[in-house]
């Protein structure tokens, strides 16, 4: 069963923005795309860039050359390295899908109330039971 961490408070990344978190002992960053959350390894499995300081882009497409097409915007992750480009949402490379991407971990948004209830130990966090939380699961 993985174990759960309680890694930021939902007001703290707001809509667009990421933080990184160092979960047992791995960096993991957190975005925020529209209210909803994704967390990959803060690591482009590339040459380790830090991916949380990577420019965020829309996936563009083309059916033929001098064409193109948008969607998705701020969902696809550029390594500020090297340029490597990651789905947020899933992990998985534009660069080589099939062989390469970033681990990828599940995240939900869940009250402070439940947390508090639960089995769970929050270490050196403050918990308030009328605030939602971040939890990250490793």
Known sequence: MPQRYVVATAGEIPVGGSKAATVAGREI??????????ALLNRCPHEGGPLCKGRRTAL??????GTFTSSRPGEILRCPWHGWEFDIRTGRSYCDPDKVRTRAYAVTVEPGRHLVEGPYTAETYSVS?????IVVEV
Do not use: A, Q, T
């Open 129 to 133: 039971v009328d605030e939602n939380y």
């Open 60 to 65: 563009f497409e083309s059916k033929r050359p």
């Open 29 to 38: 960053g957190i975005f925020n795309l529209g209210g909803e959350y994704f």
